[in-house]
């Protein structure tokens, strides 16, 4: 075999190599990085390891980096002399020998690089994030499709690097591991959990000491469940390089994933990849709407059409797993159509999992891991018995392992299918490429402005010159619009996710679930949308699951047996609303305050005083949803004050309005843009402001009447709408020179932030524009009552006021004049 | 405090490595690493931002972007004077600590003078005057033909908290020396 070869030359370079020869050195060097190749599998990592040493050691002596160059080449013969012991043993089936100490001449393993090692624990305590939440929603019961795919991602990314690092004994464990992960189609959460612990470990050992060895992985409880060592083994080696799509096996094993070869990746496969796409997009859609309405002939037919198609093309370019699946799906659809079978819900589902395997085999053309021999035969067998008239049970086609949504190559994020299809017409655009983009149109038309305006080339009287200013200022006016709108997409693609999610979820259930959808050609800055999934999917689910009750205690309380959820998004007072609506079972208002009381979040108030709107709020409060069991809360409340922080990290606002037996309403308000806010401009003295509009209820020049004064003129009140509110002078708590003393010359704006509510005094209002925010540079820090800047129309800064925080420092500072001081500590 | 040592700490076999650009502040000449500025503008309009420092004039808008502009005489301390023709911003990098994110920040200074070549074994380490003076933002005095450079630690200039100290400390002296002198 190759790596004996290898190891025999190589025994015999290290023999006769001399310290001061760098040629043979430098090809002893290299010799040793082969081996460490060939011998990188689980049976022989361990060699590898020493294999690795070995090559270092002779990379130090070549860099003069040993004291001893002659003791750290001996040792370098004695790591080939028992390199080569040690695959004779394995070999004949014997166990190796102890590897021997390189470290007498020259601590070979002395320091590991300090950088990587950092890099890799950074990369592990990411991993945790992402692993340990999931394995503790599958412990909840609330496992995802995609659940073991990304954990088994997450783990082949550490286990490479772990490989980097030479930490054969994590790489090992991690291995073990992953091929596990393959075989199961639920995530092992124990084993996962103990993986994680044992990774934590890890990290604090390698903390602590950067060199030590990591601490040994213990198999728990669960020792019994670690598949031997020789089922993964030959496989490894390719994983490691192939990211598991370029693995050979057996043809038949069902464990294996698919894998097209020999292919020819020109015009017709691109253009076979794009359309396919677009006929399972079709497909899908048509089949959603074909549950409502299971005899539409056309809707059938549209589906029939779109697996007619694929199959037809694959055929074509020979490639024979799409062939096959198509082919079952056409036929069921067929039998369909002549009115043979009727499509229930079950066979509908088969069809949909035939899309989701579909578009997997497509990904799998593109490299992508495919779905496994067993999953697609398994399905295909389904197909056809469904074609042939056995009946599917409703919901229960649990024979077919759930399609894994395997997009590890994709935006580790987004399990989007219409993301996924629609890669080949769109581009991944770093953020910051796109905000310079918008930043310098923006300044593009401040300077044109500038330009146009300029007095000399006013007085130029040549029309030529005129038009074609005019013409500039168009384009610009133009690719402003563009680039703004490069931030803006619908909420189309999300909804349909959506859709999708509530009918897995509801036919998980057992329950039958309406899903009704209104404004989903809203359109909403990218960044918002991506980060609104997550706490939708939440809400959603939740609705789903505990929200819309089962169908008997439905019927039992004269409600309509199949359930509503209403997803609609609309625009209200520039910003969009987000409602999601459930006719389900409601909250209940005792248990949560029970709950909070248990909490201590309610304080020395009397419950009875609380509304019920609070209450129900009251899940959205941290602390509360870490109760162990919260679906003791007619269900609501996992995770909920995760989905409020997410949702006013956008600037939006998260609530929920509920009745008991009626249902409930989340409301999720979000800004337009994350870079753009509703602005009022306004003046005091020279300086200029942009207040948000949103915190603005009303503006007025009050009259001596309106204004009260406390503790002497110390203090201000006016009188708005019956209410009295105090009266905040921006000139004092900005401590400027300038401005209107006068409140009767003055304006007074009427502010809310979150309920708290003041009066602003300001000289005038300038007007009313949008403004794209910016940071005030790095080197200010954060300032109390300032938000931001904006660079207004004729290319000046203006700062943005944070008015809950003007408001919080105002009533501190209280109102007196001069009260406020230039902070000069 | 400073030693050669620090003076090479830029790009290491840069050609501009021992560059500085001299400006003046009254009758003192100084010196920036040529390699931390990005720039030199006129003075633009600056909008001030309330509850910041003094030496704070406020914020620009550079090309879109928002930078923070600070005046170095308040910052040393020195009496303001009237803006000129001469007096201009220099946009310069700054490194929040050892490895941190370069921002730029704008410095108003007198004048802008020239770019000098200071080799290394002109740079003396800065004279400790003990007291109240802190020399800690002084890389050292470098002497060029027959003048003394004061070659600035930009970092520590437009970072250090502690200055802001010496800035009122040599403010309270020169009003002591005025009320003594009355």
């Not at chain 1, 022989?44 to 070995?54: C, F, K, N, S, V």
């Not at chain 1, 305006?453 to 200022?473: A, E, F, K, S």
């Not at chain 1, 047996?561 to 997803?567: D, Q, V, Y």
Request: net charge negative.
């Amino acid at each position: 075999m190759h790596r004996e070869d290898l190891i025999e030359n190589l025994a015999k370079q290290t023999a006769m190599c001399d310290a001061s020869d760098l040629n043979s050195l430098a090809a002893l060097h290299e010799q040793f990085e082969k081996l460490r190749d060939a011998l990188d599998d689980p049976e022989t990592g361990r060699l590898a390891g020493t294999a690795h040493d070995a090559g270092e050691l002779v990379e130090r002596i070549v860099l003069r980096e040993v004291a001893d160059a002659e003791a750290a080449l001996e040792d370098v013969r004695k790591a080939a002399a028992f390199l080569q012991e040690a695959l004779e043993a394995i070999a004949s089936g014997e166990s190796p020998p102890e590897s021997p100490d390189l470290s007498s001449s020259s601590n070979v393993r002395a320091s590991r690089d300090p950088e990587l090692v950092e890099a890799w624990t950074q990369s592990v305590e990411d991993a945790i994030g992402e692993i340990e939440p999931v394995a503790l929603r599958a412990e909840q019961g609330e496992c995802q499709d995609d659940d073991v795919a990304e954990v088994r991602r997450r783990i082949h990314t550490i286990k490479g690097e772990a490989g980097v690092l030479s930490l054969v004994d994590a790489q090992k464990v991690l291995h073990d591991f992953e091929t596990e992960l393959d075989a199961c189609e639920e995530l092992p959460v124990e084993r996962t959990l103990a993986i994680v612990d044992w990774l934590r470990a890890c990290i604090s050992s390698l903390q602590s000491d950067p060199d030590g060895d990591l601490p040994a992985f213990d198999e728990g409880s669960n020792a019994a469940s670690i598949p031997e060592d020789d089922g993964g083994a030959s496989v490894s080696a390719d994983q490691e390089e192939g990211g598991g799509s370029s693995q050979e096996g057996d043809e038949s094993d069902p464990n294996e994933p698919i894998v097209f070869e020999n292919l020819e990746h020109d015009e017709n496969m691109a253009d076979f990849l794009s359309e396919s796409r677009e006929h399972i997009a079709n497909a899908e859609g048509a089949l959603l709407e074909l549950e409502e309405n299971p005899t539409d002939g056309e809707l059938i037919n549209t589906v029939f059409r779109a697996f007619h198609t694929i199959k037809g093309v694959a055929g074509f370019l020979h490639l024979d797993p799409i062939v096959r699946l198509a082919h079952s799906a056409e036929f069921l659809l067929d039998a369909a159509r002549k009115q043979t079978v009727t499509l229930t819900s079950g066979t509908i589902d088969l069809i949909l999992k035939s899309c989701d395997q579909m578009a997997r085999l497509i990904e799998a053309i593109e490299g992508a891991s495919g779905p496994l021999r067993g999953e697609l035969d398994s399905l295909i067998r389904l197909l056809d018995d469904a074609a042939a008239g056995k009946e599917i049970a409703s919901g229960t086609p649990a024979v077919v392992s759930a399609p894994k949504k395997n997009k590890a190559g994709e935006s580790g994020g987004g399990d989007n299918p219409n993301r996924a299809r629609r890669r080949d017409q769109t581009v991944k655009v770093s953020t910051t490429r796109m905000d310079a983009l918008v930043d310098m149109v923006g300044e593009l038309v401040i300077a044109q402005q500038m330009v146009v305006q300029d007095p000399t080339i006013q007085g130029i009287n040549d029309q030529r010159v005129q038009r074609n200013l005019t013409h500039t200022g168009k384009i610009i006016r133009d690719l402003q619009e563009v680039a703004m709108s490069l931030r803006m997409v619908t909420l189309k693609a999300l909804f349909q996710k959506m859709s999708r999610l509530v009918r897995d979820v509801s036919s998980k259930a057992g329950k039958r679930i309406r899903l009704e959808i209104e404004g989903e050609d809203t359109e909403l800055d990218r960044t918002v949308v991506e980060e609104i999934s997550d706490p939708l999917v939440h809400m959603i689910r939740n609705a789903c699951d505990h929200g819309i009750e089962p169908e008997e205690e439905r019927i039992r309380a004269g409600k309509p047996a199949i359930g509503t959820l209403a997803l609609r998004a609309y625009h209200r007072g520039g910003s969009i609303v987000i409602e999601v609506a459930d006719d389900g079972r409601g909250l209940d208002r005792e248990k949560i305050l029970k709950k909070a009381i248990e909490r201590g979040l309610v304080g020395d108030r009397d419950p009875a005083d609380i509304s019920d709107d609070e209450v129900h709020n009251m899940i959205f409060l941290p602390g509360f949803s870490t109760a162990e069991k919260v679906t003791d809360i007619s269900g609501r409340g996992v995770g909920m004050d995760v989905v409020r922080r997410n949702i006013e990290a956008l600037r939006g606002h998260v609530e929920i309005r509920s009745k008991k037996g009626e249902g409930s309403t989340f409301y999720m308000r979000l800004p337009l843009t994350m870079a753009i806010i509703d602005g009022m401009v306004v003046r005091v003295g020279t300086q200029r402001y942009v207040v948000p509009t949103l915190n603005i209820e009303q503006s007025f020049r009050p009259t001596p009447e309106q204004i009260h004064t406390v503790a002497g003129g110390r203090g201000e009140m006016a009188m708005v709408r019956g209410s009295l509110l105090a009266v905040h002078r921006l000139k004092n708590l900005f401590g400027l020179r300038e401005g209107e003393d006068d409140l009767t010359n003055a304006l007074l704006l009427v502010l809310d932030a979150n309920g708290d509510r003041a009066c602003l005094v300001v000289d005038e209002i300038l007007g009313q524009q949008q403004v794209v925010i910016k940071n005030l540079g790095r080197g200010l820090g954060s300032i109390r009552g300032v938000s931001g800047g904006a660079i207004l129309g004729d290319g000046r800064v203006a700062p943005i006021l944070d008015v809950s925080g003007l408001l919080a420092s105002a009533a501190e500072q209280g109102t007196q004049p001069g009260g406020a001081h230039v902070d000069g500590s | 405090m400073s030693t050669d040592h620090e003076i090479s700490g830029g790009v290491d076999g840069d050609s501009n490595e021992n560059k500085f650009l001299s400006f003046c502040l009254g009758d003192e000449e100084f010196g920036v690493e040529i390699l931390r500025i990005r720039e030199i503008i006129g003075l633009i309009d600056i909008t001030p931002i309330p509850h910041t420092p003094d030496y704070v004039k406020g914020v620009i808008n550079l090309r879109g972007k928002i930078i923070p502009v600070i005046e170095l005489r308040t910052k040393f301390g020195l009496e303001s004077v009237a803006y000129t023709e001469e007096t201009c911003v220099i946009v310069v990098e700054v490194a929040d600590g050892p490895d941190g994110e370069m921002f730029q920040m704008g410095v108003i200074v007198d004048s802008v003078r020239e770019v000098i070549d200071v080799p290394r074994d002109k740079v003396e380490p800065a004279p400790r005057f003990g007291g109240s003076l802190n020399t800690g933002y002084i890389m050292g005095m470098g002497k060029v033909r027959d003048k003394v450079l004061i070659l600035l630690d930009i970092d520590k200039v437009l970072l250090d908290q502690e200055l802001e100290s010496l800035a009122h400390a040599s403010r309270s002296m020169d009003e002591a020396r005025e009320t003594a002198a009355a």
